[in-house]
């Protein structure tokens, strides 16, 4: 596979078309405010004009956009890839989304002759632009198997989940994890602060030993600087918690940590940070 048509190009999806050039593929990319794509098309990418166009000519389709909503008219719309990827091409979408959705994804492509992946991401703004995204895919082996490099240039920790679907369940795993470990970060920096210790000298100890994580070492530094830019919106994080919510009424299992999680997260959107980062989590305690 030579030629990658990317479409979604946002806080992470720029970084991870700019790191499939730089492992020689040519991409083609494809977003709806073509203003966002400028940097990458500096850098060499080729703006197509739409879905369609985008979709022509590549040997494989990259989609990581907005919500489940979104995917679903991207792929299964009239003027969707699906209605214009040649035979044989591969789909991969690295959305978080639904699972059923994935599934559905999966077996209209197969009844194309196309071949899908559903392969969400973890590791935010930073991972895409080092390269070194958690990849969790989901589909026929086969499949994961030729995108291997494809996913290779992008990420480091990559995992094939199982079928159609499993990606994205394993991105709920996920999400679930973060949720809760949020409000341990905000709270634990919170305290820190009460009881007159220097924030920062707390995280040099306490992020090396049994309390460390992703979000204590990248996010807490950013939450005492006050910067709340998004290299993961908090409207998308809601959307994730959103789903994973909906899928847990479909099994036996109660979730409280996660609902308190989406509860707090909701007075966020009610004070307007849609658009903030992840990390503006910490404003509920200090602002």
Same mark, same amino acid.
């Given at each position: 596979? &030579? ?6 190009? =946002? ?5 991870? @078309?700019?790191?499939?050039?730089? $492992? ?10 073509? !203003?966002?794509? /400028? ?5 060499? @990418? ?6 369609? /166009?985008?979709? /022509?000519? $590549? ?38 989304? &639904? ?8 077996? $209209? ?6 071949? $899908?992946?559903?392969?969400?991401? !973890?590791?935010? %703004?930073?991972?895409? &632009?080092?390269?070194?995204? @958690? ?7 086969? %499949? ?20 159609p679907g499993s990606g994205q369940h394993t991105k709920m ?18 305290? @820190? &602060? ?16 049994a309390a460390g994580s992703w979000s204590l070492s990248n ?46 997260? =909701?007075?966020l959107l009610d004070r307007n940070e849609d658009n903030s ?11």
């Amino acid at each position: 596979m &030579k030629t990658i048509g990317f479409i979604g190009i =946002g806080v992470m999806g720029e970084s991870m @078309a700019d790191n499939l050039m730089q $492992a020689g593929f040519q991409v083609q990319v494809y977003t709806r405010t073509k !203003s966002k794509a /400028e940097t990458i098309i500096g850098k060499g @990418a080729v703006w197509k004009e739409s879905v369609k /166009e985008v979709t /022509e000519g $590549a040997d494989a389709v990259i989609t990581i956009i907005g919500y489940p909503k979104d995917v679903e008219e991207v792929y299964l719309g009239e003027d969707g890839i699906l209605a214009y990827a040649k035979e044989g091409t591969y789909v991969i979408d690295m959305t978080t989304s &639904k699972p059923s959705l994935a599934k559905e994804i999966y077996q $209209a492509a197969k009844n194309k002759g196309i071949f $899908a992946l559903d392969a969400p991401v !973890s590791g935010g %703004d930073i991972g895409a &632009k080092n390269g070194t995204l @958690a990849i969790m895919a989901g589909g026929e082996e086969k %499949d994961f198997l030729a995108c291997r490099s494809i996913f290779e240039a992008m990420g480091e920790n990559i995992v094939y989940q199982g079928g159609p679907g499993s990606g994205q369940h394993t991105k709920m795993c996920n999400q679930i994890a973060i949720a809760s470990g949020m409000i341990g970060v905000c709270e634990s920096l919170v305290y @820190a &602060k009460r009881a007159g210790l220097d924030p920062e000298n707390v995280l040099k100890s306490i992020s090396t030993g049994a309390a460390g994580s992703w979000s204590l070492s990248n996010l807490g530094p950013r939450m005492l600087k006050e910067d709340f830019e998004p290299g993961f919106y908090v409207k998308h994080f809601v959307k994730d918690m959103d789903i994973a919510l909906s899928e847990i009424q479909h099994m036996d299992v109660e979730m409280p940590g996660l609902q308190l999680v989406r509860s707090l997260y =909701g007075e966020l959107l009610d004070r307007n940070e849609d658009n903030s980062g992840t990390q503006a989590l910490y404003k509920l305690w200090n602002y």
